[in-house]
């Protein structure tokens, strides 16, 4: 059976996405091999393409449930992944140290070290566009794993750029300039040739399951983000960090997860690509604060809960999902995220 697995990532809700995945095996029967599972990430989804590859592989795999879960995912804290110095962005030395210490225990040092066909986004700078890196293109292969994790994870101005290390020389042009989270473009943003041009190698899919932790309005995703950072942070930006600022907050979202599935579905319906495609996404009462990473384990529960006491809104057809946007239209939010950043740097000018 040929699967494939998107996952969408969101900052600190890494193990929202790890109870999905094991329900989807408990519940769905999701086989997950490297002959027919396809990986495609970005963000916390691309540190769980990390996991699985380490721990899914068919030689020498890690445990899954006794160390990646247990020792590296429920372990983690806010103090493990960054520290604020004075300024943002803060430092993520720490998450840089555990991502390495993990990746050495899998000893997986390249993307080409990796044994799933694997797919991870990361945001160019230099490109202003966001770039696809997999183990499936030969100038890819000794892109270094730990820097394209570290890329895809760095949220814009949160968290510092990063640098993506090719060990190709000759293809080194790829991974010029600096990178930030896959996402900062939009959810999977330039998936139809990417996926396309998979499709045209591989063949069409049997299921493919968009995997999703909980998200909030973008609204109240900025006003945790404007917690944690102060309205002086703000003056050294340009207009162009701004607008990266406004897409990434826009992309985390509810509104900006159903803007790609909306995309998604007019595409995968033009183009036949799977039998089934199932969206995976919890809707609890209460979400979890996507800046505070001390509570793994609580995630985990939660919505491993949220889905025993929901099973028919777990797994819900594509088809199923996006009759909801007739009932209820997409809201236009950049407009709204913009007057707020605009009103902190007014509001700082005041005092």
């Known amino acids: 059976m040929k699967n494939a697995l998107l996952l969408t990532g969101a900052a600190a809700r890494i193990s929202q996405e790890v109870a999905i995945i094991d329900k989807l095996i408990e519940k769905k029967g999701l086989e997950i091999k490297p002959e027919s599972t396809m990986l495609a990430g970005f963000s916390s989804g691309a540190l769980n393409i990390g996991a699985i590859n380490a721990c899914f592989r068919t030689e020498n795999p890690l445990d899954w449930n006794g160390y990646f879960k247990e020792e590296v995912l429920f372990p983690v804290t806010t103090e493990r992944i960054y520290y604020r110095e004075n300024f943002i962005p803060f430092n993520t030395s720490p998450l840089r140290e555990l991502l390495g210490n993990f990746l050495k225990e899998a000893n997986i040092k390249t993307l080409g070290d990796c044994a799933f066909k694997s797919f991870v986004l990361a945001f160019s700078y230099r490109r202003l566009a966001t770039v696809w890196v997999s183990n499936m293109f030969n100038r890819h292969q000794k892109i270094e794993m730990l820097d394209l994790l570290m890329a895809t994870s760095a949220i814009p101005l949160i968290f510092p750029d990063q640098t993506i290390k090719n060990h190709e020389k000759k293809m080194q042009k790829y991974t010029r300039g600096s990178f930030a989270d896959g996402g900062s473009g939009g959810s999977f943003r330039r998936f139809e040739y990417y996926l396309k041009r998979y499709l045209k190698q591989n063949g069409r899919f049997e299921k493919v399951y968009i995997v999703s932790p909980m998200r909030d309005v973008a609204e109240d995703d900025y006003e945790e983000m404007n917690k ?105 939010i950049h407009v709204t995220l913009k007057r707020k950043l605009l009103h902190r740097l007014r509001s700082f000018f005041k005092r």
């Not at 607008?243 to 599935?261: E, H, P, W």
């Not at 690509?273 to 990473?293: G, S, Y």
């Open 228 to 332: 944690i950072t102060r309205a002086r942070d703000l003056l050294s930006l340009d207009l162009k960090n701004i607008k990266v600022l406004r897409f990434f907050t826009a992309m985390v979202s509810q509104n900006g997860f159903d803007l790609f599935i909306k995309r998604f579905d007019r595409w995968a319906r033009k183009k036949d690509i799977a039998d089934e495609i199932f969206v995976c996404i919890p809707q609890m009462d209460k979400n979890f604060p996507f800046l505070e990473f001390g509570k793994q384990i609580e995630q985990y529960r939660a919505v491993s809960e949220w889905i025993e006491e929901n099973p028919e809104k777990f797994a819900v057809p594509l088809s199923e999902y996006v009759k909801k946007f007739e009932r209820t239209p997409l809201r236009k």
